[in-house]
């Protein structure tokens, strides 16, 4: 198995993170420097994506523009002795081959992928979840990748998480494979303590197999009236064999106001630029509090 192509939902209307989110979508929030959604994109590149379809819908040009040319900036740049600047824009903007298509409704998770059914065609391909960002050596999607491809199925990519926690992500039963890497034998969404499967939670990372279009065009709405992508794995577990890894990252997930905040200060953290001076920045703060 061979995965060239990516898709990444992008339609949801971000309620978690409003105002902002109002006219501003939330991929496009800045983490340090880039959009949340350039962290994604350099991830799925990393791990050998070459083309990506992004989700939108008609809130998100913003998601469109960011990976186009602007050559009327960098002319600007260029001409004020700004060369490098010129170029980075250039490198995002070739990182991969962009394709858009509109999720027209906002009708769930499950609905957002199935408008990828002629861009994949008969592929297997990835999904990364458009605010869920990793921090990780090797990037999570090739850790998935690698596992799908070792297995020849499809995989779902997730982590452990405490009791408090599964109940707002899908559980699953799991048969262990090797370290990291299981067999999925049912999975469902968002458990009460007495449906709970296990406390691996899938969560923001999948490589699918074409064979999941028929399946959520035929699945039924779900919890809030949504086409749910879990009930969609569900019946493809049950289908055929299905993999998880639980990756090695850390996770982030910045559609919601902690999770953005956190990995803010992770990532500059992290960045020489910002790094030191953030961290006398907090110590300093902190001795106030
Ligand atoms: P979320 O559960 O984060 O939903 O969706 P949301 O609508 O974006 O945010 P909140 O909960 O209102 O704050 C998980 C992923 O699925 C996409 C989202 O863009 C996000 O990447 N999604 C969700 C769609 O593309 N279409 C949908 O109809 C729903």
Partial sequence: MKVRKAVIPAAGLGTRMLPATKTVPKEMLPLVDKPVLQYIIEEAVDSGIEDILIVTNRAK???DDYFDYYPELEHRLINSGKECQARELRRV???ANFFYVRQRETKGLGHA?????SFIGGEPFAVLL???IMMSE????????DAAEKYDSPCVGGQYVSDEAIGAYSSTKLQKLEDRVYDVLDINEKPTPEEKLSNFAVMGRYVLTPDIFDILDATPP????????TDGL?????TRRMVAVDYDAT??????LRGFLAATVDFALRDPQTGPWLAEFIKDRAKNL
């Fill in 61 to 63: 040009q913003a998601m």
């Fill in 93 to 95: 903007a070739d990182m």
């Fill in 113 to 117: 992928i199935a408008r990828a059914r």
């Fill in 130 to 132: 458009g605010d869920d």
């Fill in 138 to 145: 090797k990037p999570v999607l090739r850790q998935l990748i």
């Fill in 222 to 229: 779900g919890r809030n009236g949504e086409i749910q992508l």
């Fill in 234 to 238: 569900n019946t493809l577990c049950h």
């Fill in 251 to 256: 996770r982030y997930d910045t559609g919601n």
